[in-house]
């Protein structure tokens, strides 16, 4: 059994993944540190990836490497203010949630 | 599955995006599976799922139908590629018809046979469904029936213009005394790629565009009826890549076609001020009120039964014959030919203001009167 992961707190996590490497990070990379702890499909990943770009959440730039392009993520101001206010909501969220578990521990 | 084959699937499969978004969804898959190396490439493909799967997961995520600033869609590509096709084929001939006026010194008059390719603005909904709920006014809910979808629009929602930009079909209008609403059945269409929406201009549109994987189509089986109500159409705006238009007994205040592959006829048509740009098929009205009209014709001909009320009349046709009729005697209109062998200019009484001007380059040319 998982809980489902709505679309913000994806978002949260693909922002708090990025923000990880300040000098930016990959799509394959990003895919891969998720799906390691969550139980996600790995096709979920680049409209979340899009959608933050478009949000200017995040900028990309294209750089060489091993004699191709690679296109990296990284997270901008904006995106740090907006990860920001997604922990300190997800903080909040998860103790209202765990008061209706104390009992149960 | 192949990377080869992933990749091609998943481009086929994002055709209805606007092409910014396909390439960007297809470069990432690219560096993702480069990334990944050849030697996890099977496992990182089995692990995407299949690309249908990718795909959907990327179009759910697109924005609604009327986001207008999207850039131009494959779709309308597939409708510009007639235009680049015709084009080619029109600037040959509009190079012989300059050629021509240039060898008799003779004001030539500037032939635009087709527009070049318009700045696209649309992008497919995925569905009219879509479409519907996400125009800007509340447009009109279809009803499916078994052959297609139709519309009905209160007069209201159509006050100021109706247009049409289909990349196929036939479209026929049919005034009916009795109906108070106008109706837009289509028949035989792929309905996922209908999209109607009402702008804030006060303009109902409807269009149709398909990705430019898809076979060709049945041009023939899809057929737009439009039903309405006498008078009740203000200016009606025809953009049609392959298909021909019925006007039947239109009445309208201006009317605006464009056609690429397709002919247009009417019983009888009135209007302020009409526009015909015809690529490559002919014009056939039995009678034609207008004070103004426009018509270039690149092949087709032109065949008017009666003209009355002219006053502003312009008709150029490359290769193709003109038979006109007007209203009145030879001496109502200043009627001004040009033709391969000259042009010619006959005054009617003097100071007339009604002017009739026809050009044709490879056609015979026909004028005779009546009242």
């Known amino acids: ?105 | 599955m192949t990377r080869t084959a992933f990749l091609a699937a998943l481009e086929q499969l994002l055709a209805p995006l606007p092409e910014a978004e396909r390439k960007d969804a297809l470069s990432y898959y690219e560096d993702y599976l480069d990334t990944a190396g050849p030697e996890n490439e099977a496992r990182a493909i089995a692990e995407l799922g299949s690309p249908e799967e990718v795909a959907r997961k990327i179009l759910d995520e697109q924005p609604p139908a009327d986001s207008s600033a999207a850039p131009a869609s494959p779709a309308r590509k597939a409708h510009s590629r007639w235009r680049m096709v015709l084009g080619g084929g029109l600037a040959v001939l509009a190079v012989l018809v300059l050629f021509c006026f240039f060898f008799q010194h003779t004001k030539a008059t500037p032939v635009q046979p087709v527009e070049s390719i318009s700045p696209a603005s649309e992008i497919p909904a995925s569905s009219a469904e879509t479409a519907a709920e996400s125009a800007s006014t509340q447009p009109a809910v279809p009803v499916s029936t078994p052959d297609g979808l139709t519309f009905s629009l209160s007069a209201e929602m159509v006050s100021d213009k109706l247009s049409l930009k289909l990349d196929y079909g036939t479209i026929l209008f049919v005034v009916d005394p009795n109906v108070s609403d106008i109706t837009l059945q289509f028949d035989g269409f792929r309905t996922r790629y209908l999209t109607h929406s009402n702008k804030k201009d006060g303009t109902a549109e409807f269009s149709y565009h398909i990705p430019k994987y898809y076979a060709p189509p049945d041009v023939d089986g899809a057929v737009l009826t439009i039903t309405a109500p006498e008078n009740i159409l203000h200016e009606v705006d025809i953009d049609l890549a392959m298909g021909d238009v019925d006007l039947g007994t239109l009445s309208v205040e201006e009317l605006d076609l464009e056609l690429a592959m397709g002919s247009v006829s009417a019983d009888s048509l009135t209007v302020k001020d009409a526009d015909f740009n015809l690529a490559m098929g002919g014009c056939r009205i039995d009678h034609l009120t207008a004070p103004e009209f426009d018509a270039e014709i690149a092949v087709g001909d032109c065949t008017i039964g009666m003209l009355s009320g002219a006053r502003d009349v312009n008709i150029s046709v490359i290769t193709g014959d003109t038979d006109l009729t007007l209203e009145g005697s030879a001496s109502d209109y200043t009627l001004v030919t040009n033709e391969l062998k000259g042009t010619s200019i006959h005054n009617g009484k003097t100071n007339t203001s009604r002017k009739i001007s026809l050009d044709s380059v490879t056609g015979d040319l026909s004028i005779s009167y009546a009242n």
């Open chain 1, 1 to 105: 059994m998982s809980f489902p992961i709505s679309a913000a707190l994806l978002d949260a996590i693909v922002l708090s993944v990025v923000a990880q490497e300040p000098e930016g990070t990959y799509g394959y990379k990003i895919t891969q540190q998720i799906t390691h702890t969550l139980e996600l499909s790995e096709s979920t990943l680049y409209p979340v990836l899009r959608r933050l770009q478009k949000d200017q959440l995040l900028t990309v730039y294209d750089a060489p490497f091993n004699g191709r392009n690679r296109r990296y993520y990284q997270i901008t101001s904006a995106g740090r203010a907006q990860l920001a206010a997604y922990a300190q909501e997800w903080s909040r969220y998860r103790s209202s949630i765990d008061t209706f578990f104390r009992e149960v521990e």
